[in-house]
């Protein structure tokens, strides 16, 4: 009896779906660039997450609410909790550490230090997991640290003397998200990601429009005056639909259609988008410093998607 014959790939649909998980990863990497525009107009990084979540979270709640609907099982309420308590983590915790410390250093060396999160997942994963930490984990952690010392190294001379402290925070960032993405694996398996993605954003949403109200000392009418801007607004909107909600589906879809694997080492091409974003819109230095930085750290994360 012969075998089954595998059936033929189309290559339109390869080509689109190669496309599409471009163009995500580059709207994805041109967040930062928006966000340091943002603060550099005055906006704060609460406003700045407060907007962006307010605008892209009925969406994704959207899209939650059909999928709790077609779904077979009742969500266990264990599930919902830490589904929610991960989504503060994440869309939270993270984010608020990860614009903190955009505020102090360049736009290259925060993609740069928040890209090398696949790193430490692995190293959680071995950790926390008991996963394999093979020696392409370890070249992958040396190559992405030492890419990182590098622009820190030029960076640090002439950025003020704040540049450890934006490294910091942002490497807290890139820390705990990886410890997140360890988390939500068992989570996401139980809930299916629309779901999951339905009650973390909407958590994280409630948590910091309730930072938002907490830092404020001034009445509500002032304080709203304050954060309901037309630049708030428009850079809500921008980071809502064009750096969030959007790539989100484009890599979706891209997914789909090429697979996970050859969707994600589209990724590497983050760090490059926001290195020309950066030198084009922010008008930052790229020299032989951050070009070698760049290389390092590419080829480190890149050896964790080789097979």
């Known amino acids: 009896m012969p075998a ?47 907007w962006r979540m307010l605008l892209s979270v009925p969406v994704y709640v959207a899209v939650g609410v059909v999928a709790f609907r ?3 099982a009742v969500a266990a309420p264990r599930s919902l909790v830490a589904a929610a308590a991960l989504g503060v983590h994440s869309y939270y915790v993270c984010t608020w550490l990860d614009f903190t410390g955009m505020r102090y250093i360049s736009a290259q060396l925060e993609r740069l230090v928040l890209f090398t999160y696949p790193a430490l997942t692995a190293v959680l994963a ?36 704040h540049t450890a402290l934006g490294v910091g925070l942002v490497f807290a960032a890139a820390l705990l998200f990886a410890g ?46 304050d954060w ?37 080492a589209a990724g590497n091409l983050g760090p490059v988008v926001t290195a020309l974003a950066a030198v084009v819109v922010l008008d930052e230095p790229f020299g032989p410093a951050q070009a070698g930085g760049l290389v390092l750290i590419v080829v480190g994360v890149g050896l964790l998607a080789k097979k």
Do not use: N
């Open 4 to 50: 089954p014959s595998t059936p033929p790939s189309d290559p339109t649909r390869e080509r689109t779906g190669l496309l599409l998980a471009v163009v995500a990863v580059a709207l994805f990497s041109l967040k930062v660039v928006v966000v340091k525009l943002g603060l550099a107009d005055g906006l704060t990084v609460e406003t700045l997450m407060a």
């Open 70 to 72: 077609r779904a077979d």
């Open 126 to 161: 071995w950790a926390i997991l008991g996963e394999r930490f093979t020696r392409r984990h370890a070249a992958s952690l040396g190559l992405s640290y030492a890419g990182v010392l590098l622009v820190f190294g030029a960076e640090a001379g002439h950025a003020g003397p």
């Open 180 to 225: 997140y993405v360890v988390l939500a694996k068992p989570v996401i398996a139980a809930l299916g990601s629309q779901r999951f993605t339905c009650v973390a954003m909407t958590a994280a949403t409630a948590a910091i429009l309730a930072h938002q109200l907490v830092r404020t000392t001034s009445t509500p009418a002032e304080a709203a005056a």
């Open 228 to 264: 309901i801007t037309p630049a708030a607004l428009a850079y809500g909107a921008v980071l809502a639909v064009v750096c969030t909600v959007a790539p989100s589906f484009m890599l979706s879809e891209a997914i789909a259609r090429i697979g996970a694997g050859r969707a994600s």
